[in-house]
């Protein structure tokens, strides 16, 4: 009954989104091989399957496929729901994996695209809940995870009031390998059981970069990253001021959607020679006061070049994102108010003196130029970003275990 009336009310939303998507590029961009896919290639078995919607899943997807690769001999395969995000697996992974765009959640299309393959699991990242996907993986056998599963403050109230849905489709899920105690308690609010779900810690705290750049690895710039539409007047002007604060400094930034640049660039060319990222990349002769980032997959190389940076999507309610980046490459990070949906990360920076949340632009100009203007506090700050994220090193390693258990058991069942 609940399968049925699902797939009705996909079916009669379907033309709908197909309107919306024309006014959407990064959903227009992809819309063909997610209602048409070609069938995965049937000569590889025992594939493990990852679904990451965007781009901060597919960080951790890309994480997930390198340190599994360790130990496992399965292949992998990820599906992402965007393409710039598919785009950006195919060139960190290449080889590692098969890159492809997760189809429509309508029966035929999943059913086309699985076509006779076997896979010997299916990891579903953060909370991509859907529910043919979910379903066609039970009636084959193959064992569902949610890894480093999520639900935001903002869906929990959703979710609790399609509770008697929600719950139907989670029945089908083997394991949730919550990122905290509280979404843990909010998976099992859900419908759940508790034995379903373990809290292994947060992924996003969980990055191999190499050796961390220091403060004498020359680094003269700083970063205003991931920034969204409505903190844009917020921001901009606090540019301006460190620009004639630190005319030495070159200021990169980096909006979250990429359809922001032409805007971004008209703004700050008012007040700023502006240069693209995607120019000084062909020819490093090209410069400016400010770049701009037009590019995919450079955010947190920009950090380590950075004295500090700024992640943006938190001076406006939109929920924030990972504030952890600039500490994978040693960089100071400063956020805004709005993080709830990195909360507790946000509250360890806070708390273990890794960084600061500022409370407007003001705020953020002042601290800031602190920032920027004394060695030994970004050095501070650095130090213990450098401890948050190796009080978390075990995430992955747990995490990894369970996954690893749960697909050595389904190829013995098999």
């Known amino acids: ?34 209602l048409f896919p070609e069938p995965i290639d049937t000569g590889v078995e025992n594939r493990v399957w990852i679904h990451a919607a965007s781009l ?40 590692s994996a098969a890159i492809r765009s997760l189809p429509i959640d309508l029966r035929r299309s999943i059913e086309r695209f699985m076509g006779r393959s076997s896979f010997a699991a299916l990891l579903l990242v953060e909370t991509e809940i859907w529910p043919n996907l979910i379903w066609i993986a039970k009636e084959r056998h193959i064992p569902v ?78 970063t205003f990253g991931s920034l969204k539409e ?20 070159t200021v990169f930034v980096a909006p979250r959607e990429l359809s922001l640049v032409p805007a971004m660039e008209r703004g700050l060319s008012e007040h700023h020679r502006v240069t693209r990222y995607s120019a000084m990349k062909k020819d490093q ?3 400016g006061d400010v770049v701009l980032v037009d590019t995919v997959g450079d955010l947190v190389s920009l950090y380590g070049r950075s004295m500090a940076a700024f992640v943006g999507g938190s001076l406006a309610p939109y929920g924030g994102q990972n504030v952890l980046e600039p500490h994978f490459v040693g960089t100071p990070v400063l956020f805004g108010p ?17 960084g600061f ?27 213990a970003g450098k401890s948050v994220l190796e ?15 749960m697909v050595w058991k389904n190829s013995g069942s098999s």
Do not use: C
Not at 156 to 161: A, C, P, Q, V
Not at 397 to 405: D, P
């Open 391 to 405: 009080k978390q090193r075990g995430a992955m390693e747990k995490a990894a275990s369970l996954i690893s258990e």
């Open 1 to 34: 009954m609940w399968r049925l009336t699902y797939n009705l009310l996909v079916l009669l939303a379907l033309p709908f989104f197909l309107l919306f998507s024309l006014t959407k590029k990064k959903i227009r961009a992809n819309l063909a091989e997610r």
């Open 338 to 354: 709005y993080v709830e949906n990195f909360r507790e990360p946000a509250e360890e920076i806070v708390a273990s003196g890794a």
């Open 230 to 249: 409505k903190e844009l007047p917020i921001v901009f002007p606090v540019i301006d001021e460190v620009r004639r604060r630190f005319p030495e400094l």
């Open 56 to 95: 901060g899943e597919a960080v951790i997807a890309e994480n997930l496929v390198t340190y599994l690769h360790r130990t496992m001999a399965n292949p992998f395969l990820v599906t992402t729901n965007t393409h710039y995000a598919r785009d950006l697996l195919r060139k960190k992974l290449r080889d």
């Open 145 to 222: 995870m949610i890894v480093n599963g999520r639900i935001s403050d903002r869906t929990i109230g959703r979710y609790r009031l399609l509770s008697f849905f929600v719950g139907k489709v989670l029945s089908s899920v083997d394991l949730v390998l919550a990122q905290s105690e509280e979404h843990a308690r909010r998976f099992v609010s859900l419908g759940m059981a508790p034995s379903k779900v373990i809290d292994t810690g947060n992924l996003k705290y969980f990055r191999e970069m190499g050796e961390r750049p220091g403060e004498s690895d020359g680094k003269h710039a700083v």
């Open 285 to 287: 002769s090209e410069g």
């Open 357 to 383: 949340q500022v409370r407007d632009g003001d705020d953020l100009l002042a601290i800031l130029t602190r920032v920027l203007g004394d060695p030994e506090i970004r050095m501070g700050l650095a130090k």
